[in-house]
């Protein structure tokens, strides 16, 4: 059985993550893809198979499945202003499978967009 990382965890967590550490509401393309990478690495390094899904087709799709959520400017995903940090935990990474969201959550993974 194989895990795959996919594009709504990763942004969903960063920005939870951000907002209340950082008080930020936005995340580069750039960063999510670093961020994946890093969870890959963890889930890899535990030997569990593991496929993060990034993409440009598949960032284009996620921003228009979760419009609800976010908005995209090119470079940086952004949380609506009406969406709060609860709004993403309920909806997108109550879904999350246990592995996905400890390996999201390891502090190491999170210095990747924390700094």
């Known amino acids: 059985m194989?895990?795959?990382?996919?594009?709504e965890y990763l942004v969903a967590n960063a920005l939870v993550e951000l907002c209340e550490r950082k008080n930020k509401r936005q995340i580069s393309i750039d960063e999510i893809k670093a961020y994946g990478i890093k969870v890959e690495e963890i889930l890899i390094n535990e030997n569990i198979r593991t496929i993060l899904l990034y993409s440009n087709?598949?960032?284009?799709?996620?921003?228009?499945d979760y419009s609800d959520f976010f908005t995209f400017d090119g470079n940086f995903i952004m949380?609506?202003?009406e969406i709060t940090p609860?709004?993403?935990?309920?909806?997108?990474?109550s879904r999350v499978p246990i592995d996905i969201l400890l390996?999201?959550?390891?502090?190491?993974?999170?210095?990747?967009?924390?700094?």
Do not use: P, S, W
Request: aromatic letters at 10%; glycine letters at 2%.
């Open 2 to 7: 194989c895990t795959f990382i996919k594009m």
């Open 57 to 64: 087709q598949y960032t284009m799709e996620f921003i228009e």
């Open 79 to 81: 949380l609506k202003d």
């Open 86 to 93: 609860d709004h993403l935990r309920n909806y997108i990474l």
């Open 103 to 115: 390996a999201m959550l390891n502090e190491n993974t999170l210095q990747v967009i924390l700094g």
